[in-house]
Nanobody
Framework: QVQLVESGGGLVQAGGSLRLSCAGS????????MAWFRQAPGKEREFVAA????????DYADSVKGRFTISRDNGQNTVNLQMNSLKPEDTAVYYC????????????????????WGQGTQVTVSS
């Protein structure tokens, strides 16, 4: 059974930093691209960042480019999201997800390309 567990969320002032982690089990994650999405109250879940199985390719939403960094440690089955220069509009529940097919990188942004999700971790940025 595939499980993803996020951690690291919390309350931070604007301009601050947080580091989210996602620990996976039940799958050979080194074969799969992984991603972070977020969902703010009253809004649809949106793509934040994705990383290829090796970590050699990454993709970021325009809204976080230059402020967020995604990374992974295949030995530990973890994917991380370093978030700097946080803004109030970054407030959301953040979810990690694993790609539905191994060895695929194309199309990292659509939600439908991910088949397992974590339970989410709340990030709140105060102004």
């Amino acid at each position: 059974q595939v499980q993803l567990v996020e951690s690291g969320g919390g309350l931070v002032q604007a301009g601050g930093s947080l580091r989210l982690s996602c620990a996976g089990s039940g799958r050979t994650f080194s074969r799969y691209a992984m991603a972070w999405f977020r969902q703010a109250p009253g809004k649809e879940r949106e793509f934040v960042a994705a990383i290829s199985r090796s970590g050699g390719s990454t993709d970021y939403a325009d809204s976080v480019k230059g402020r967020f960094t995604i990374s992974r440690d295949n030995g530990q089955n973890t994917v991380n999201l370093q978030m700097n220069s946080l803004k109030p509009e970054d407030t959301a529940v953040y979810y990690c997800a694993v790609r539905d097919s191994p060895y695929v990188w194309a199309g990292p942004r659509p939600l439908k390309n991910y088949d397992y999700w974590g339970q989410g971790t709340q990030v709140t940025v105060s102004s």
